[in-house]
């Protein structure tokens, strides 16, 4: 079998379909036997065509989206609810994805003051493709506000336009931008620091240790999660280099940047993402903010409140004094 889909996932478009008025006896033969886990991902895409043109509803992606629920995705689910953060969680997620489907993935990057959330799968045109990504979208905006209800999209990003949006518009609760070259959603970067709504650190352990177990213990990890670790682990003793990370993983510059350019990112990306994180954190805290700039790999105070005025929008200092809680 080439790329698959756990087949609850195939059940569920069917199901929604056929009660939208599509024809179950053409559905039926695609949903392959009731005891099979996965299911190659053409018959997913198969019928989310016949499931639109047999029920007459375009906006079924997005109705399918609405219902979805973050206990429906097993192990992977719940870890994401009980992360300490929406960062943390949406780190599995880009991990550990193909528990559910590897026929695309999700990356996550930094424009400016933004993170921008993309899933990655090519549809070559075809419309069960462009469908069943439209419902991806749909159903991650779902399960971010079961996590965090303080959770806020931007934006959205299509590849492709849908003529009649309306459900789409107000299911997102954002612009939509065709067109865009991606399918993502785009947020706040700040919205990867909201603690998750159940977050609890002794069921988190407990969960991870199933979820590593799921994936077969010995599932490597990304190249960008690489990366991230050794960063987190050198800033503190001064800004790494790409050279630094490299020789620290065992590997040649090109090959890292080639690795990292194939999973959607950059050095440049991840060692932003871990700047803007670690000094938001420290912000909330009593530290000295020139303490903090040289946490963070600047040598100065004002260098670094530049960095953070282009990374958030706001200054070091207004964004202590509407985040931070202080002792006392």
């Given at each position: 079998m080439g790329a698959s889909v756990q087949r609850a996932f195939v059940v569920a478009v069917a199901e929604a379909a056929i009660a939208h008025g599509a024809d179950a006896a053409q559905l039926t033969p695609l949903l392959g036997e009731p005891d099979a886990e996965r299911l190659p991902i053409e018959q997913l895409y198969a019928v989310w065509e016949l499931g639109v043109a047999g029920s007459g509803c375009r906006s079924l992606p997005v109705r399918v989206g609405r219902r979805a629920s973050f206990d429906r995705y097993g192990t992977l689910g719940i870890a994401f609810y009980v992360?300490?953060?929406?960062?943390?969680?949406?780190?599995?997620?880009?991990?550990?994805?193909?528990?559910?489907?590897?026929?695309?993935?999700?990356?996550?990057?930094?424009?400016g003051n933004r993170v921008v959330v993309r899933w990655s799968r090519e549809t070559g045109g075809r419309l069960g493709a462009q469908l069943a990504n439209e419902q991806v979208l749909a159903s991650f905006a779902t399960v971010l506000r079961q996590i965090s209800d303080r959770a806020q999209i931007l934006a959205v990003r299509m590849q492709h336009r849908i003529a009649d949006d309306a459900e789409y518009r107000e299911h997102f609760g954002a612009p939509i931008e065709y067109d865009a070259g991606e399918d993502a959603i785009v947020a706040l970067a700040e919205t990867l620091e909201l603690p998750a709504r159940a977050a609890d650190p002794h069921l988190e352990r407990f969960i991870l240790a199933q979820l590593e177990a799921a994936s077969g213990g010995a599932k490597p990890q990304s190249s960008a999660m690489e990366v991230s670790e050794t960063l987190s682990e050198l800033l503190p003793d001064g800004l790494p280099t790409l050279d630094d990370v490299a020789a620290r993983l065992q590997t040649t510059e090109r090959t890292l940047r080639r690795r990292l350019a194939d999973e959607g990112t950059s050095f440049e990306q991840l060692l932003t993402t871990l700047q803007r994180e670690r000094a938001s954190a420290l912000l909330k805290t009593s530290s000295p903010i020139t303490a903090i700039a040289h946490a963070v790999g600047f040598t100065d105070a004002s260098a670094f409140s530049r960095a953070f005025k282009r990374w958030t929008g706001t200054s070091p200092s207004d964004y202590r004094a509407s985040h931070a809680r202080l002792p006392g």
């Open positions: 992360s300490r953060t929406l960062g943390v969680a949406l780190r599995r997620l880009c991990r550990h994805h193909d528990l559910l489907t590897d026929s695309g993935h999700w990356h996550e990057r930094t424009e």
